[in-house]
T-cell receptor, first 114, second 112 residues
């Protein structure tokens, strides 16, 4: 079955550490996205990529980095520069042309700083 | 600046009755709108969409209404079922862009 897989489901990070969240899709989608969900704030866009080897900052990119070396993969690194990293992180993909079906989302990674 | 707003953080409805979830937007360039449903600790799933050339779209128990002059859309669920209990997000986009702007979500609770 085609889908989008995020791992791990839960992640704990010590302050000052970088961590990388994995996102893999086998939908042959061109575009991939990272969102962050905080209580009462909806989904906020961190980074997005329309094609391989290209990505753009979203609304809250500070303290995060991404790469897009393969079409299937869009890992997100939460760096020590991110002041408040505890959140639920969602990866999504789309065909690259916005249509009536929007995004396909992964099941999310909950990151907690301890 | 919140371009997509869902002003009701929560809503409780009796099973079998109608649920109405509302969404307002400020950007008149938005021309695609979607509703997503999200269960705890899961990713959102697509529910229903509407483009700005329509004012209504139906899919089974779900109907989305768009009022462009008021910059308002609503999702109607009839009849509501306990399994509909979830957080509902509306999202909007502009043709030619690659991203949707999401509202803050409304938590729907359907009481048995």
């Amino acid at each position: 079955d085609g889908g989008i897989t995020q791992s791990p489901k839960y992640l704990f990070r010590k302050e000052g550490q970088n961590v990388t969240l994995s996102c893999e899709q086998n939908l042959n989608h061109d575009a991939m996205y990272w969102y962050r969900q905080d209580p009462g704030q909806g989904l906020r866009l961190i980074y997005y990529s329309q094609i391989v080897n290209d990505f753009q900052k979203g609304d809250i990119a500070e303290g995060y980095s991404v790469s897009r070396e393969k079409k299937e993969s869009f890992p997100l690194t939460v760096t020590s520069a991110q002041k408040n990293p505890t959140a639920f992180y969602l990866c999504a993909s789309s065909t690259g042309i916005l249509n009536n079906y929007g995004y396909t989302f992964g099941s999310g990674t909950r990151l907690t700083v301890v | 600046d919140q371009q997509v707003k869902q002003n009701s953080p929560s809503l409780s409805v009796q099973e079998g009755r109608i649920s109405i979830l509302n969404c307002d937007y400020t950007n008149s360039m938005f021309d695609y709108f979607l509703w997503y449903k999200k269960y705890p600790a899961e990713g959102p799933t697509f529910l229903i969409s509407i483009s700005s050339i329509k004012d209504k779209n139906e899919d089974g128990r779900f109907t989305v209404f768009l009022n462009k002059s008021a910059k308002h859309l609503s999702l109607h669920i009839v009849p509501s079922q306990p399994g509909d209990s979830a957080v509902y997000f509306c999202a909007a986009s502009t043709s030619g862009t690659y991203k949707y702007i999401f509202g803050t979500g409304t938590r729907l609770k359907v009481l048995a």
